[in-house]
């Protein structure tokens, strides 16, 4: 038994965000119904690395998804999915404020008809306020929640991350927000809609950087791998060329990792007992830990660090991530097979449970793969079927 079985959910989203919690939803047992374009399709298909043509991001992001390929924008189109949202319990849409209402499909209109959906908007900039209507991608959220801002050396540019940061972090936020709503409806007996702006749970996951300028001042400032609140924490280069990442978030790690790279006389200093004391002297401690590190090689360092109980890892890339035995214990990745590909590996489910587990049970499909079934299953015909195929309603 998976934990969100007997769950439909409608994925009317594109790109990353909206299909991201939907796909989440879809791992633990939701019916997840995927809405694409019968022409154009999710423009997701064409992003990042592919075989043969076929999006490998895709077949990720649409895992355990039925894809049904529907145009909203034509009457027919829009008729089917008030009657797929009739029987369904959530709703995931990302269209700009003012689309779906455009095409008869009001929210409210949608909870007339079946009072127990959830109605899931996620836009860049919310469903009101002055930039609602433009356009908005998850690159526009973290360069106005402050993450670029902060992100980069400091004498260098601001910096945006190399993925789609603020839209899996909005995934993340959406996923819960429709748990929550599902929760209340056991109470209540009544669907509601969530507004998810994309610009703001990045915001959360930056720490109180508010909170600090309303009562301090502070504006954060670029610090590299340098952290703000605690030092040492860098990246450091061994002797044979490897990178390590060292984290002192706690006192007593901070303790053993200056005692072990040979300097314990730092740990009597009276700035030492704080992390706000450590990064007023950062110089100082970098300089400790980086000559010491920069004498040996990689393995060494670790289990040096490993046996005083100090906490640092490797700089990975996807090789060496393909190959870790902490990923391989933990089953992070699994393997499929694909109607496309044959075979393809994948990021399992986030987390494990003990009693109702999630799973990957197919990978991204071809469009319109289960139109038919889908369709089907509203009580359509075959020759209805056959006939919305032929004016481009359906693919």
Request: zero cysteines; charged letters at 15%; hydrophobic letters at 40%.
């Given at each position: 038994m998976t934990s969100l079985a007997g769950l439909t959910v409608i994925d009317a989203a594109t790109l990353f965000a909206g299909p991201s919690a939907a796909m989440m939803l879809g791992d633990f047992g939701a019916d997840v119904i995927k809405i694409e374009h019968p022409r154009r399709g999710d423009p997701s298909r064409g992003h990042g690395a592919a075989v043969d043509g076929v999006g490998l991001w895709w077949k990720t992001l649409s895992r355990n998804k039925r894809a049904v390929a529907l145009d909203l924008s034509q009457e027919q189109g829009q008729e089917i999915l008030r009657r797929l949202a009739e029987g369904a319990d959530v709703l995931i849409e990302n269209f700009r404020p003012g689309t779906l209402e455009r095409w008869g499909l009001d929210p409210q209109d949608l909870l007339d008809r079946n009072p127990r959906l959830i109605v899931a908007r996620m836009t860049g900039f919310g469903q009101f306020g002055?930039?609602?209507?433009?356009?908005?991608?998850?690159?526009?959220?973290?360069?106005?929640?402050?993450?670029?801002?902060?992100?980069?050396?400091?004498?260098?540019?601001?910096?945006?991350?190399?993925?789609?940061?603020?839209?899996?972090?909005?995934?993340l936020a959406m996923a819960y927000a429709v748990m929550v709503a599902l929760h209340a409806r056991e109470s209540t007996g009544r669907g509601q809609v969530i507004d998810l702006a994309i610009i703001e749970p990045i915001l959360g996951l930056l720490g109180p950087q508010m909170t600090a300028y309303k009562a301090l001042g502070v504006v954060p400032q670029r610090t590299g791998n340098r952290s703000s609140s605690n030092a040492p924490r860098n990246t450091y280069r061994t002797r044979d060329g490897r990178w390590l990442a060292i984290s002192t978030s706690a006192q007593p790690v901070a303790e053993r990792v200056v005692t072990l790279v040979g300097r314990p006389d730092l740990v009597r200093q009276p700035w030492f007992a704080t992390g706000a004391g450590r990064v007023e002297h950062v110089d100082e401690l970098d300089e400790a830990v980086a000559s010491w590190i920069g004498e040996r090689d990689a393995d060494e360092v670790i289990a040096a660090f490993e046996a005083a109980?100090?906490?640092?890892?490797?700089?990975?890339?996807?090789?060496?991530?393909?190959?870790?035995?902490?990923?391989?214990?933990?089953?992070?990745?699994?393997?499929?097979?694909?109607?496309?590909?044959?075979?393809?590996?994948?990021?399992?489910?986030?987390?494990?449970?003990?009693?109702?587990?999630?799973?990957?049970?197919?990978?991204?499909?071809?469009?319109?793969?289960?139109?038919?079934?889908?369709?089907?299953?509203?009580?359509?015909?075959?020759?209805e079927i056959a006939k919305l195929r032929e004016a481009g309603v359906i693919a």
């Open positions: 002055p930039m609602a209507r433009q356009p908005g991608f998850g690159t526009l959220a973290e360069a106005m929640s402050g993450f670029a801002a902060m992100t980069g050396q400091p004498d260098g540019p601001p910096t945006l991350p190399p993925l789609a940061l603020a839209d899996g972090i909005a995934g109980q100090a906490a640092i890892a490797p700089i990975y890339n996807v090789k060496d991530i393909a190959v870790d035995p902490q990923y391989v214990a933990l089953n992070t990745f699994v393997e499929l097979p694909d109607e496309e590909l044959g075979q393809i590996t994948m990021q399992n489910v986030l987390f494990r449970m003990s009693d109702t587990p999630g799973e990957v049970r197919w990978p991204g499909r071809s469009l319109g793969h289960d139109t038919d079934e889908v369709l089907g299953g509203l009580g359509l015909a075959a020759e």
